[in-house]
């Protein structure tokens, strides 16, 4: 175990967001701090793409108001690696959608969930339609999915449909080459780029 330890240090999301285990001092720098174990939880924020995903959600939740994250959906959430962090940025206020295929993946999220109390917390099981709503979602992070969906296209239909007018699609995928996400993302006219992050590309619903 303290080989394991000595593994996992604090990690700066951004300079006042930091994911610390529970064995180390919190940094001083910290105003917003997410106690994190390895094993405990899928997702340390060591990864790189983890990393700049949860500095695009911190930077989205500073800019925000609170009436614009009433709900996000991760779509194929997996084990819940933004769940946690999702949940500490946008506080009780804000419903958590977790849609995945496994329903291994989706029993884990529901653990995780009653484990930290969040009770903002839904799941969907699904392979492509989210079956929830026109317009009621404000953000929806489809991270690392998109190259091994049967029906993309499919999919970004249905996300268009349930997001709300100038509702953000946050997407990242290190599968895909730049040039492939902007080109099938936008390929229908339902996306528009309007920003680009080290790891992530946000996209802006179009009516």
Same mark, same amino acid.
């Given at each position: 175990?303290?080989?394991?330890?000595?593994?996992?240090?604090?990690?700066?999301?951004?300079?006042?967001?930091?994911?610390?285990?529970?064995?180390?001092?919190?940094?001083?720098? %910290?105003?917003?701090?997410?106690? $994190? =174990?390895? &094993?405990?939880?899928? +997702?340390?924020?060591?990864? !790189?793409?983890? @990393?700049?995903?949860?500095?695009?959600?911190?930077?989205?939740?500073?800019?925000?108001?609170? %009436?614009?994250?009433?709900?996000? $959906? =991760?779509? &194929?959430?997996?084990? +819940?690696?933004?769940?946690? !962090?999702?949940? @500490?940025?946008?506080?009780?206020?804000?419903?958590?959608?977790?849609?995945?295929?496994?329903?291994?993946?989706?029993?884990?999220?529901?653990?995780?969930?009653?484990?930290? +109390?969040?009770?903002?917390?839904?799941?969907?099981?699904?392979?492509?339609?989210?079956?929830?709503?026109?317009?009621?979602?404000?953000?929806?992070?489809?991270?690392?999915?998109?190259?091994?969906?049967?029906?993309?296209?499919?999919?970004?239909?249905?996300?268009?449909?349930?997001?709300?007018?100038?509702?953000?699609?946050?997407?990242?995928?290190?599968?895909?080459?730049?040039?492939?996400?902007?080109?099938?993302?936008?390929?229908?006219?339902?996306?528009?780029?309007?920003?680009?992050?080290?790891?992530?590309?946000?996209?802006?619903?179009?009516?």
């Amino acid at each position: 175990m303290r080989l394991t330890q000595s593994q996992f240090e604090p990690v700066a999301i951004t300079p006042t967001f930091w994911i610390v285990p529970s064995w180390h001092e919190v940094p001083a720098s %910290a105003r917003q701090v997410i106690r $994190l =174990d390895p &094993g405990l939880a899928f +997702g340390t924020g060591t990864h !790189p793409t983890t @990393r700049m995903c949860l500095r695009w959600l911190a930077t989205q939740h500073t800019q925000a108001q609170p %009436a614009d994250l009433n709900r996000v $959906l =991760d779509y &194929g959430c997996g084990s +819940g690696g933004y769940l946690l !962090p999702l949940a @500490r940025l946008v506080g009780g206020y804000a419903e958590i959608i977790a849609l995945d295929v496994h329903p291994l993946a989706l029993r884990r999220i529901r653990r995780i969930a009653a484990a930290h +109390g969040l009770a903002n917390a839904k799941t969907i099981q699904s392979d492509c339609a989210t079956g929830l709503p026109n317009g009621c979602i404000d953000v929806v992070l489809l991270y690392d999915v998109f190259h091994g969906l049967a029906e993309p296209e499919a999919v970004l239909k249905d996300l268009h449909r349930v997001l709300r007018p100038g509702g953000i699609l946050s997407f990242s995928d290190h599968y895909m080459r730049e040039r492939d996400i902007l080109a099938r993302v936008s390929a229908s006219g339902r996306f528009r780029h309007v920003a680009r992050g080290r790891k992530t590309y946000t996209f802006a619903r179009e009516d």
